[in-house]
């Protein structure tokens, strides 16, 4: 099977600086240049051009009138010309005076695969590094509040001097295919009837990824594989994932499902996998997703419909 390309979130282009970042000066003066870009989140979401193709930056000016960067602002990286890239996230528009214009705001799933290479990586880099910031702000050894350094790359503890780094939860995610090139698809529990996508699961501490793609898949659906191969991999920060996707070979076809992450699963040739996805009878996973991707290429082509 040939490698995912273009991956929808997996397209950055900024230079993150991360040597450069560590000097809190240099970030300070980033932040006064006149060119310096600021995404605002509200809860999670992002002003986009009416198009979808571009996302809409504030200014530092537009946040404070006295040019001072908020404590919790996060440097995301800069452009070949120079220009800075900052991440704020607020709870409710109205608290600040941020104005974004007409600008429709969006969630990274639904912009995501409309957005240019550079805005798609910001939006990705920036939702990473927001939920991370929400979810520890307190040292984890010590329990005193944390404070945000590296432009937003490292929280450290003034307490005990701990530093904690951001966190990525790798996850496989793998098409299973039979004997006879059919492919293996699953739902789980909480989704409606008819949408369905690969297999996925958290890798575990000390765990190699062929041990998680062959353990997950057992797990789900009773079905023995061998042979994964590695696919591809993009960020899906929702809140901290980094999925690694895969193919695999099943050794074995009677699917047992485990009911608790699974429901229902069910082997499909591309016939079969064209009949229902037209008729509407199977949804399949959203233009952003890795598990759509890796469908499509085992299809050999791109297919209509998705949740
Ligand atoms: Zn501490």
């Known amino acids: 099977m040939p490698r995912l390309s273009s991956l929808a979130l997996a397209r950055a282009t900024l230079d993150r600086a991360t040597e450069r970042r560590r000097d809190p000066e240099w970030v300070k003066q980033r932040w006064a240049d006149p060119r ?30 006295t040019g001072k960067q908020p404590d919790e602002c996060y440097f995301l990286g800069l452009e070949d ?20 214009g007409d600008a429709t705001r969006a969630g990274l799933r639904e912009a995501g695969g409309t ?32 404070l945000s350094t590296d432009g937003g790359h490292v929280r450290r503890c003034p307490s005990c001097g701990a530093q904690h780094f951001p966190r990525t939860d790798p996850a ?12 293996l698809l699953g739902r789980q529990p909480s989704w409606p009837v008819g949408r369905f996508s690969t297999l996925a ?3 575990e501490p000390g765990e190699p990824l062929e041990h998680a793609v062959a353990r997950e898949v057992h797990e789900e659906t009773g079905i023995d594989v061998v042979d994964p191969e590695y696919a591809g991999s993009q960020p899906w920060p929702f809140p901290s994932s980094l999925m690694l996707g895969f193919f695999a070979r099943a050794t ?28 509407g009878e199977l949804l399949l996973p959203g233009a952003v997703s890795i598990a759509r991707r890796l469908i499509e290429t085992w299809y ?6 998705s949740w």
Not at 45 to 58: I, S
Request: net charge negative; with cysteine; charged share 25%.
């Open 36 to 65: 310096a870009r600021v995404l605002v989140l509200v809860d999670g979401k992002a002003p986009v051009t009416d198009d979808g193709t571009a996302l809409v930056y504030a200014s530092p000016a537009d946040l404070d009138e």
């Open 81 to 100: 010309d120079g220009t800075p890239y900052f991440v704020v996230s607020i709870p409710e528009r109205a608290d600040v005076g941020v104005d974004s």
């Open 115 to 146: 957005l240019s290479d550079r805005d798609a990586g910001v939006f990705v880099h920036a939702m990473a590094l927001i939920n991370w910031h929400a979810a520890h702000p307190c040292c984890s050894r010590c329990g005193t509040p944390t």
């Open 172 to 183: 496989i995610i793998v098409l299973v295919t039979d004997d006879a090139d059919r492919c």
């Open 201 to 203: 699961g958290f890798v």
């Open 252 to 279: 074995s076809t009677q699917i047992k499902v485990d009911e608790e992450e699974i429901a229902e699963a069910m082997w499909l040739s591309r016939e079969d996998l064209r009949a229902k996805v037209d008729s």
């Open 300 to 305: 050999g082509a791109e297919l209509p419909g």
